[in-house]
């Protein structure tokens, strides 16, 4: 019965996990604002940032990764990304498994989603083990295949969308989940293409 309720479904995971990311970062934040490892998000205006030829008296934007490259918010950044990236995994493996009950026609394109689900999850895995103080080509390599293996698969989750009737809501769902693909898609690429360091 619990199943049929897709209201919860929808609401309740993708809440959830909003708010624990919100959590998770700003107390990592706080740990690495604390032991003076970033710069306050008020003073983005001073030169105090570190750099290439600076890394005495001066602190790292605060990132999602540079807010977890020292102790003692390194261990809590390796288990967020770790726990974000099994969930993920969970996610994709039930949604195929969905899928592949509901309409199995469209299993090839299932399975494609599949793939870049799981390439991404294990990308954000490198990315979380990977400190980027130590190791910031596998940590840089590993988000860069994460974030561009999840812009694949929202493209096939968004068509799948369009094609499988899975919950009744789909004709709300698909302009959302067009809106938030064309979104992400605009800002990953960006981010990748303009990013320095």
């Known amino acids: 019965m619990l199943l049929h309720n897709i209201k919860c479904w929808a609401v309740s995971p993708n809440g959830f996990i909003k708010f624990l990311f919100i959590c998770f970062y700003t107390s990592r934040y706080g740990l690495a604002l604390a032991n003076y490892h970033v710069c306050a998000l008020n003073d983005w205006g001073s030169d105090i940032y570190c750099d290439g030829n600076r890394?005495?008296?001066?602190?790292?934007?605060?990132?999602?990764?540079?807010?977890?490259?020292?102790?003692?918010?390194?261990?809590?950044?390796?288990?967020?990304?770790?726990?974000?990236?099994?969930?993920?995994?969970?996610?994709?493996?039930?949604?195929?498994?969905?899928?592949?009950?509901?309409?199995?026609?469209?299993?090839?394109?299932?399975?494609?989603?599949?793939?870049?689900?799981?390439?991404?999850?294990?990308g954000a895995f490198a990315a979380g083990n990977c400190n980027p103080g130590y190791l910031p080509l596998l940590h840089y390599l590993g988000a860069a295949i994460s974030f561009m293996c999840i812009c694949f698969y929202t493209v096939l989750l968004t068509s799948l969308t369009a094609k499988c009737v899975l919950s009744g809501y789909e004709k709300f769902l698909y302009p959302l989940r067009i809106a938030s693909t064309v979104i992400q898609t605009i800002l990953t690429v960006g981010c990748i293409l303009f990013y320095k360091r």
């Open 55 to 122: 890394s005495t008296n001066c602190c790292r934007v605060p990132t999602i990764s540079s807010s977890g490259v020292s102790a003692p918010e390194n261990s809590l950044f390796t288990a967020t990304i770790n726990a974000g990236s099994f969930l993920f995994l969970l996610f994709c493996l039930l949604h195929h498994a969905h899928v592949m009950e509901r309409h199995a026609c469209h299993s090839m394109q299932s399975k494609f989603a599949l793939v870049f689900g799981v390439v991404a999850a294990m």
